[in-house]
């Protein structure tokens, strides 16, 4: 029986596919067909590889290069591209300065469902910050707090847990019963724990936010907008240890013999390079939702996400707007948080100056391939009296960039200062008489 080679074969076929058969060749050696039959399989597999091929190369080189040219006239015109979101409401945003880099209906109201749970952890971690209460503190589910549906840890009446292991299962599990229990401990009751949030939320100037719960089910009085948990997000990298939680992937609740082992429902901790928080949700009248936040090199943002229908499609359009901000966006860091900028005389303390220090870390966002000019402006007291607190406010530094202000942040005093005595305040009144007489 003669047997057909791709050698052979390629002669006949047409020059795109005679030259993919010489590639295959090339790569796999010769490959031998027993029959006219099978040398026809061949001739269709690869037309057919060559075609996929074709198509592919097409895609990966028109489809960057479509988007960077879409990327670039609408920036020409100064407005951000069209990422095509599959999203009702979406934001971008620089999480150092606030920044917005991109945004679609970002101040139409939706329902957060569990994405709430961010306000409830910054109330309990503020708490825990402010000595209110301790994280080793033991929580007592209430008969209340353990029925509640939806996500849930499955504690039980009467089950005690620190309120470290409760953050964890508002964090990691997005546990509702947990998030009462919480709501309780620290508000005395949900109703004013409630209220504790829309106070928090008029602070933080979510004035388009009202909360009727701790947990995000569904309530028609339970609504926010993409803007303001922007707002609530920044302020939330600002709290101690939040970002210690909302990073968990995994963490074994409950022990044998009923072992409960709580996986993250924020899929990108393991998905997204760089992604440390925050916080999914979901219900059928809000959609999927998703705050996320990831720090590359000095930048950080935050892309929010809501009213995604599509399953992990929450996950697939803060991805692209993280890939649009990552892309196309750099920080540069100009003071950091707690460095010393300066230096003020004191009058009546124990000491004649004192540091002041920066309050915040200070930067500029800009596009990667236009970092502009940027100037900063120190306004700070001249003078202090004694005596003085370590974080009092002294000044402000405020960051230009092509003298435009894009932001500020105070400048504080670094170290206390004690009022100084009589007698000290005489020594120096004295030396100062005499320099000015022998002068």
Request: charged share 20%; with cysteine; glycine share 8%.
């Amino acid at each position: 029986m003669k047997k057909l080679t791709l050698e052979q074969n390629k002669n006949t076929l047409p020059f795109g596919e005679a030259f993919l058969f010489s590639v295959l060749k090339f790569l796999f050696g010769t490959y031998n067909a027993t029959n006219g039959r099978e040398a026809l399989y061949v001739k269709k597999f690869v037309s057919i590889k060559f075609v996929s091929i074709v198509l592919m190369i097409g895609l990966l080189l028109s489809g960057p290069c479509a988007f960077a040219e879409e990327a670039a006239n609408a920036n020409a015109a100064g407005n951000s591209p069209v990422l095509d979101m599959k999203s009702k409401a979406c934001i971008l945003l620089e999480g150092t300065t606030g920044t917005v880099l991109y945004e679609e209906n970002a101040d139409e109201k939706r329902y957060p469902a569990s994405v709430t749970k961010i306000m409830t952890l910054v109330l309990a971690l503020e708490a825990v910050e402010n000595g209110t209460v301790s994280l080793e503190d033991t929580i007592t589910t209430s008969e209340y707090a353990a029925s509640m549906g939806g996500s849930q840890v499955f504690l039980y009446p009467g089950e005690t847990r620190t309120l470290h292991e409760m953050l964890i299962a508002i964090a990691v599990g997005s546990g509702n019963d947990a998030s009462v229990a919480v709501a309780e401990y620290i508000g005395g009751s949900v109703d004013n724990f409630v209220a504790m949030m829309n106070q928090r939320a008029k602070e933080l100037g979510m004035n388009n936010t009202h909360f009727a719960n701790p947990h995000g089910l569904h309530d028609e009085n339970h609504y926010t907008t993409a803007r303001d948990l922007s707002l609530l997000a920044r302020h939330a990298l600002t709290v101690p240890k939040l970002l210690d939680y909302t990073s968990i992937y995994e963490y074994d609740f409950r022990p044998e013999p009923n072992p409960l082992k709580l996986w993250s429902t924020n899929r990108l901790l393991k998905w997204y390079d760089g992604v440390d928080g925050m916080k999914t949700g979901y219900t059928p009248e809000a959609g999927r939702n998703l705050v996320a936040t990831a720090q590359r090199d000095d930048l950080r943002l935050i892309a929010i996400v809501l009213g995604v229908k599509e399953a992990q499609g929450h996950f697939t359009e803060a991805m692209k707007l993280l890939n649009y901000g990552f892309n196309q966006f750099a920080f540069t860091p100009i003071i950091e948080k707690g460095a010393v900028v300066g230096e003020c005389k004191v009058l009546k303390g124990v000491t004649d100056k004192v540091n002041l220090v920066a309050g915040e870390k200070l930067g500029s966002v800009h596009k990667k391939t236009d970092k502009g000019e940027i100037t900063t402006e120190m306004q700070a007291e001249t003078e202090l009296i004694a005596p003085l607190k370590a974080g009092d406010k002294a000044g402000i530094a405020i960051i230009y960039q092509n003298g435009k202000e894009v932001g500020r942040i105070d400048l504080l005093v670094a170290e206390d200062v004690a009022k100084g005595s009589w007698f000290r305040e005489w020594k120096l009144m004295l030396r100062y008489t005499l320099f000015h007489c022998n002068s």
